[in-house]
C-alpha cells in the first residue's frame, strides 16, 4: 500500500540547506537523511545515519519510513533529484505538518566531511 497523500501547502520551491548544516544537524541527532541514490553508490559512502531509498521505490517506501518528528533532509549526487524527492516526501500525510523536508544543494558532490560505508541497516 502507497503512503497516504495529502496537500501540504504547495510549494513550488524546495529548501536547500548547506552540507555544513547538514553535517550540524546530523551530529546533533534532529534531522532525518534520506539518501536518494543506489544502492551500489550508498554503500560506497554515505552521510552518517542516512537511510537508502532510491528516488523510484521512494513512494512505495513512506509507510515503512520512521518519521518521528525530526525535519527531513533527502541528498542526492548533484542536488536535483533530491529536490524531487523532498517535493514527494513533503505531500505525505505519515510527515507531521511542522517538519522541514528540504534537499541537500549541491549533493555528495559538494559533502567535504566523513561518510559511512557500508549496507543500510534499515534496509531489508
Known amino acids: 500500500m502507497l503512503g497516504s497523500r495529502r496537500k501540504r501547502g504547495v510549494r513550488d520551491v524546495v529548501e536547500e540547506v548547506t552540507p555544513e548544516e547538514v553535517r550540524d544537524r546530523v551530529e546533533a541527532g534532529d534531522v532525518r537523511v534520506i539518501d536518494t541514490r543506489s544502492p551500489t553508490q550508498y554503500e560506497r559512502g554515505h552521510i552518517p545515519g ?6 523510484g521505490e521512494l513512494p ?5 519510513i520512521d518519521w518521528d518528528g525530526r525535519d527531513v533532509v533527502c541528498a542526492c549526487p548533484i542536488g536535483q533529484s533530491s529536490k524531487q524527492a523532498a517535493m514527494l516526501v513533503n505531500s505525505y500525510e505519515e510527515v ?14 559538494e559533502w567535504e566531511f566523513e561518510l559511512e560505508r557500508g549496507a543500510d541497516a534499515d534496509r531489508d
Open 96 to 109: 507531521e505538518e511542522d517538519v522541514l523536508v528540504a534537499s541537500m544543494a549541491g549533493g555528495y558532490e
Open 60 to 64: 512505495s517506501r513512506v509507510p515503512e
Open 50 to 55: 542516512a537511510i537508502n531509498v532510491p528516488l
